[in-house]
């Protein structure tokens, strides 16, 4: 029925509404977890990239020591370099290395880190002074390497981190004209589904207002149709069967008036007779007399009229009654005769 058409509606486009709700939520939830985590895990590896680079220039300063000879123990150096493997180690478990470019950088880090280790460990078994001044220039020169290789990973971590936060910008982006595209089709759905649910209601309560204006009008015969399979319709076939028993009623008393006014108008028509005989008798004995003929006159128009409005009641059409006085009602002949029904509403 129309109001379980109409909750099925109204359930509809709540549980719509929900579920697009939800999933932009959770869309946007996970866009903005995936960019926290490019953040943190972009932070990090450039912390540790920036911490490499610091331990490397902690190791120059050792080298420049160490050659100037105002440093003769190499301890700081071999802290430095163990320091260097294990950010070197930790910065190899970032996914940033799967590219195979910034791979073969990180690689290569590696293996000069390696080599590095190697030539500070001949440093520190040499005994010659000019031997250890070459070594130790040796290490300054795989210090410099390292530094380039670190600085193009550094590069090639920006970049990755640029172009991964653009990514998902344009994610974000294209997620929040899909939500606004979506939230734009349910609402426009549901402003049609309204209209056609107002539909379903205005249409037949117009039809059925107009069919109560045509019943106070007393238009018995107008009948109501609405095409809906729901309690409007139902409503109409109630109306309907309304306005045909009134008018049946209608009928039935219309019948009875003129079956009344057949037999009224044959007794009166025997009474008019009678009158009008001993009338003319009356008139001829009489004789000339102007007051008696006028009131004879007279009297012969009152039976006239009498005769027509007993004839009227025959071609009765309707029933229409109007205010004598004080609230009394009577028929109202001239109306209730007219062809084209009463000219306005009146109370039976």
């Known amino acids: 029925m129309l109001r379980h058409k109409l909750l099925v509606i109204l359930f509809s486009l709540t549980a719509l509404l929900m579920v697009l709700a939800v999933a932009a939520l959770w869309s946007l939830q996970r866009v903005f977890v995936d960019?926290?985590?490019?953040?943190?895990?972009a932070a990090v590896a450039v912390d540790q990239v920036n911490e490499l680079s610091t331990t490397l220039s902690g190791i120059e300063v050792e080298l420049y020591e160490l050659q100037t000879g105002r440093q003769h123990h190499l301890d700081g150096l071999i802290d430095a370099v163990e320091t260097m493997q294990r950010l070197s180690g930790q910065l190899g478990t970032h996914d940033l290395f799967d590219e195979p470019s910034i791979l073969r950088d990180y690689e290569d880090l590696v293996g000069q880190i390696d080599g590095f280790e190697a030539r500070v460990g001949v440093l520190a078994t040499a005994q010659d002074r000019d031997l250890t001044l070459r070594y130790n220039l040796l290490a300054l020169d795989a210090v410099s390497q390292m530094r380039q290789k670190l600085l193009r990973i550094a590069r090639h971590v920006q970049r990755h981190a640029r172009d991964e936060q653009a990514a998902l910008t344009g994610r974000f982006r294209w997620l929040v004209v899909a939500i606004a595209i979506g939230?734009?089709?349910?609402?426009?759905?549901?402003?049609?589904?309204?209209?056609?649910?107002?539909?379903?209601?205005?249409?037949?309560?117009?039809?059925l207002v107009q069919a109560s204006r045509e019943l106070a009008h007393e238009n018995f015969a107008h009948r109501v149709t609405v095409g809906q399979q729901d309690e409007f319709d139902e409503l109409a076939r109630?109306?309907?069967?309304?306005?045909?028993?009134?008018?049946?009623?209608?009928?039935?008393?219309?019948?009875?008036?003129?079956?009344?006014?057949?037999?009224?108008?044959?007794?009166?028509?025997?009474a008019i007779a009678t009158i009008e005989l001993q009338l003319t008798l009356l008139r001829r004995?009489?004789?000339?007399?102007?007051?008696?003929?006028?009131?004879?006159?007279?009297?012969?128009?009152?039976?006239?009229?009498?005769?027509?409005?007993?004839?009227?009641?025959?071609?009765?059409?309707?029933?229409?009654?109007?205010?004598?006085?004080?609230?009394?009602?009577?028929?109202?002949?001239?109306?209730?005769?007219?062809?084209?029904g009463p000219t306005a509403a009146a109370g039976q």
């Open 285 to 340: 004995r009489s004789g000339p007399d102007v007051a008696l003929e006028k009131n004879l006159g007279q009297i012969h128009d009152n039976l006239q009229r009498m005769a027509q409005v007993i004839s009227s009641l025959k071609q009765l059409r309707r029933v229409v009654l109007t205010d004598y006085a004080d609230g009394v009602k009577m028929l109202d002949l001239r109306e209730s005769i007219r062809e084209d």
């Open 35 to 41: 960019l926290d985590h490019l953040h943190n895990r």
């Open 238 to 270: 109630a109306y309907n069967q309304l306005a045909e028993k009134l008018q049946e009623n209608e009928q039935r008393r219309i019948q009875t008036l003129k079956q009344m006014a057949l037999t009224l108008n044959h007794e009166l028509n025997n």
């Open 183 to 207: 939230f734009l089709i349910v609402i426009n759905g549901s402003i049609l589904l309204m209209m056609r649910a107002a539909g379903m209601v205005l249409r037949p309560v117009a039809r």
